[in-house]
């Protein structure tokens, strides 16, 4: 149809007047509840959004997000991908002296894990010493939930992009409570630790040998059916992924079998980690691609909240990590956490998580609220999102696709920020987790992203 | 009630946004309430924190994302109390999740839609025309102060569009009709065979409503902006929207309206218009050419119809001293430049100019800066005043203006621009003015003549 053989059905954005004269004269409209973009970001949008690039480098990028295809390859120590000397840790980079408490204990159960020091003062020291290299686990194609602190001897998911050949790698999940991603590195972390390198790992990879890539595209699209959001809630990846597992655990390591698959059962967090490697290697594939605005990392270190967007390679664009909202766990409460952690916010970055929150009924107590609460974050989601991810769907809003690739100039125009689902972790170094609830992202770090495009925009003609 | 008696207050609500018309509908409704002396309620534009300062509020740090509310009363709560009513009723509860709003022209182009019409202040009004385009609908731009590369880039990406129907109307696109639709400030018209492509808004509203009393309607008005005809745009907008009303089969005959375009844009449209199956009548604002009144007529003559008189409504008999000067208080552009043209007057002021426009509503709806002008003209003064009737204007301008006509010290000629369907009844305005000593034309170049001739 064209514009002159009808009475036209009329968008209407800016003065509520002119939407009145046309509802007066009985024609339908669709009013834009439009408001200011975030301070300071007038001009910067312009000539960003003016770009000529814009729209087909965000439309490449979203739609190699999209069109990735995670299989989980193997399980691999990270020895073998780390060079020698050097920890990885979540977030952007940080020094010791920034670190928050969390991350210092990480940092420091590390170093007792490796040997590399006898008790936590002199890991302390040494650390403070720059004893060792410490870098992004996002610089090292990987991701780490929480401080994300990965050294030799743990053992990481190895995740290939079938599609476009990316891979990307995450840490071994430990479990609740007392954990050193959380900050914690008492003696039965520690115990834990080995039992992971000694047993779980080599169990696993010898079980991955036997089954093959396993594809996690269509696991994630059924948990999202099966009421997970695969960032607070993992049961039902978790569960699948143990039914594919199984067999080949029992036939690779028969000695060590019903350990290793009790312990995947005892922790609905299992899949958590090997979710994050499946969407860093579905953002990584969205990398680099000249004009693009569209949002490739979400991560926090503890102190700070950084993002990464396609068309600015490798830059940080940071903020202050906030503190979450959220229930807390016996006797803590918000004194007792500790800024934002974790790179979990990946699940987020590539359309889940807290983005996927309406296919997740059962966590939306836990993270405070009702299930229409769910499904507004979610369909808010969408205002800041380029796409609806083709494969993950969520069966209550019509199996619609999740809200999928964050466009830094949506959020500056409509002052959304990402909806984040997290755990918090104790503020002292040595606690653990302490609850769990919904952060938010500072603006800034969006903000300066979009200023930051605008000035590698050539001039727009004028 | 005495400024010594009043409290002031001033309240600052973070992030909370409503739009200019919308706070200017609420600060009127406060200024109106016995006891109080001043009130704004604003958004914190560096404009309107200087607006206040200036009115001698103290303002705090604010951003231009936060809502300020200041009020001079006897009673401040009171005063407060009534801004809040009056501004929850502007906004909705928050929604059901199924009823959210959309935030961005992106979004809400998901839903099925034709057209997009865009009136956010003008710095911001680029992201959502660029939203329409990208998305391939028509976009009509009624916001003002969009800069002119702005302008160029979207009338260029719409060309690049496969849709050939992408038209982008504006910016400072102040009416349009399409599929007998008004939109912006637009006059209710009769539909019939003439096609209106118009550079100038109330230059438009001029010619059809004129057509309109003489029995002859529109099948489209189609306005490209006042600047789409200038060497940096070079009339993409009005070769495209020609070439539209010619493949319309209810189009017989097309009007461009526009000012003079720049000589080179000037023979692209010619050769356009020279590829055109429709007839095509020109009204260039320009010294020798027709006026909008004689350019209706030409319409009219080459429909083969009759040319009516225009109604006018003479002024009671008044005993002013003789008349030295000739003042405009124009709400349209186009229409304030005809009648310097012919009035000879270089006294004209276009208060819908952008100067003027700038974080406060246009005069069609504002009557407040031209009620402030007449209180302070001479009684040797003529002046000459527009006012434009249709759905979006002063839904009854003569409420205030009148009363201000009646008050001012000069002799008052007004040019009613409106139609008898208008919601505002034609007749009941003309009327009130007339009351208030106004001599009242529907031809604005026979209210300039009429001025000219009291001198």
């Known amino acids: ?462 | 009630m005495n400024d010594a008696a009043a409290r002031e207050v001033v309240l600052v609500r973070r992030g909370t946004y409503h739009d200019s018309v919308t706070l200017m509908r609420v600060s009127r409704a406060l200024s109106d309430m016995p006891g109080v002396t001043a009130a704004m309620v604003a958004m914190a534009t560096d404009l309107n924190v200087s607006i206040l300062r200036e009115l001698g509020f103290t303002i705090p740090e604010t951003d231009p994302g936060d809502l300020l509310i200041a009020v001079r009363a006897s009673d401040t709560e009171a005063a407060v109390e009534e801004a809040d009513r009056q501004l929850t009723t502007f906004q909705r509860a928050d929604p059901a999740p199924e009823h959210q709003p959309p935030l961005t022209t992106r979004s809400a182009a998901r839903t099925p839609a034709d057209l997009v019409l865009v009136s956010t202040p003008g710095e911001h009004a680029f992201a959502e025309a660029l939203d329409a385009v990208e998305a391939g609908l028509p976009v009509m731009i009624f916001s003002d102060g969009m800069p002119v590369w702005q302008e160029r880039l979207l009338k260029e990406r719409a060309l690049l569009q496969r849709a050939g129907d992408v038209l982008v109307m504006g910016p400072d696109c102040g009416t349009a009709v399409i599929g007998g639709v008004g939109l912006g400030f637009a006059n209710v018209l009769r539909p019939g065979p003439v096609g209106v492509v118009a550079a100038s808004g109330t230059g438009a509203q001029q010619v059809t409503s004129l057509l309109d009393w003489a029995g002859t309607g529109v099948s489209h008005v189609l306005g490209v902006g006042g600047r789409d005809l200038s060497a940096e745009v070079g009339g993409l907008s009005a070769m495209r929207a020609l070439r539209m009303l010619d493949d319309d089969p209810a189009t017989e005959l097309i009007v461009l309206i526009s000012k003079p375009p720049s000589p080179e844009v000037a023979r692209a449209v010619e050769e356009a218009v020279g590829r055109l199956r429709t007839p095509v009548v020109r009204a260039m604002l320009q010294e020798g050419a027709p006026d909008l009144t004689e350019a209706t007529e030409r319409v009219l003559r080459a429909l083969g119809r009759p040319v009516p008189e225009w109604p006018s409504w003479p002024s009671w008999p008044g005993g002013r001293p003789a008349a030295k000067a000739i003042k405009g208080f124009y709400a349209g552009g186009t229409l304030g430049a005809e009648a310097a043209m012919i009035a000879g007057s270089r006294d004209i002021v276009d208060y819908g100019d952008d100067a003027y426009t700038r974080g406060r509503a246009h005069p069609m709806i504002d009557p407040a800066l031209r009620v402030e002008a007449l209180a302070h003209t001479q009684d040797t003064d003529v002046v000459l005043m527009d006012v434009v009737l249709g759905h979006g204007a002063d839904p009854d301008p003569a409420a205030s203006l009148a009363h201000a006509v009646a008050r001012a010290p000069a002799t008052v000629v007004v040019a009613l621009i409106g139609t008898e369907g208008d919601p505002q009844d034609l007749h009941r305005q003309a009327a009130a003015f007339r009351e208030a000593g106004a001599a009242v034309f529907t031809s604005n170049a026979q209210a300039a003549r009429h001025a000219r001739s009291l001198l």
């Open chain 1, 1 to 462: 149809m064209t514009l002159l053989s009808a009475p036209p059905r009329v968008v209407t954005v800016g003065a509520g007047l002119l939407d009145d004269a046309l509802r007066a004269q009985a024609v339908p409209t669709v009013p834009v509840a439009w408001r200011p973009p975030l301070p300071g970001t007038a001009e910067a949008l312009a000539r960003v959004l003016a770009d000529p690039r814009r729209h087909a480098a965000n439309e490449l990028a979203v739609s190699r997000l999209t069109s990735a295809r995670p299989h989980l390859v193997g399980v691999r120590r990270a020895s073998e991908v780390l060079a020698e000397g050097t920890f990885l840790h979540a977030g952007p980079p940080i020094t010791w002296e920034r670190a928050s408490g969390p991350m210092r204990g990480a940092l420091i159960g590390a170093m007792l894990l490796e040997g590399l020091a006898g008790d936590e003062h002199e890991a302390g020291r040494a650390l403070a010493a720059g004893g060792v290299t410490l870098r992004p686990c996002h610089e090292h194609a990987t991701v780490g939930p929480m401080a994300g602190v990965v050294s030799p001897s743990m053992w990481l998911f190895e995740v290939r992009d079938e599609e476009h050949g990316g891979t990307a790698y995450c840490s071994l999940n430990e479990g609740l409570g007392k954990v050193l991603r959380y900050g914690a590195y008492g003696p039965e972390v520690l115990e834990r630790l080995r039992w992971m390198d000694e047993v779980l790992g080599p169990a696993l990879a010898a079980a991955l040998e036997r089954t093959g890539p396993l594809d996690l595209r269509s696991l994630i699209a059924q948990a999202l059916q099966m009421g997970d959001e695969l960032h607070n809630r993992n049961r039902a990846a978790t569960s699948l992924l143990l039914r594919e597992l199984a067999p080949a655990v029992v036939e690779a390591a028969p000695g060590a079998a019903a350990q290793v698959l009790r312990f995947i059962n005892g922790n609905d967090h299992f899949f958590l980690n090997a979710g994050m490697a499946a969407a860093k290697v579905s953002t990584d594939a969205a990398r680099d691609v000249p004009g693009s605005s569209l949002v490739v990392a979400m991560a926090r270190n503890g102190t700070d909240f950084g993002v990464q967007v396609s068309g600015l390679g490798g830059r940080w664009f940071t903020g202050p990590a906030g503190v979450p909202d959220g229930l807390y766990l016996g006797a803590y409460g918000p004194g007792d956490a500790n800024p934002d952690i974790g790179d979990s916010t990946i699940t987020e970055t590539s359309g889940l998580g807290g983005f996927a929150m309406a296919a997740s009924p059962a966590i939306v107590r836990f993270v405070g609220g009702e299930v229409s609460d769910a499904v507004r974050a979610t369909r808010s989601m969408y205002e800041i999102t380029l796409a609806e991810h083709p494969a993950y769907q969520i069966p209550g809003l019509g199996f619609r696709g999740t809200p999928a690739g964050i466009d830094v100039a949506l959020v500056a125009r409509t002052g959304l920020l990402p909806v984040v689902n997290t755990g918090i972790a104790g503020r002292v170094a040595g606690t653990g987790q302490v609850g769990a609830g919904l952060v938010k992202p500072p603006a800034e770090a969006f903000t300066s992203a979009l200023l930051a495009l605008a000035g590698s925009v050539s001039d727009p003609f004028e």
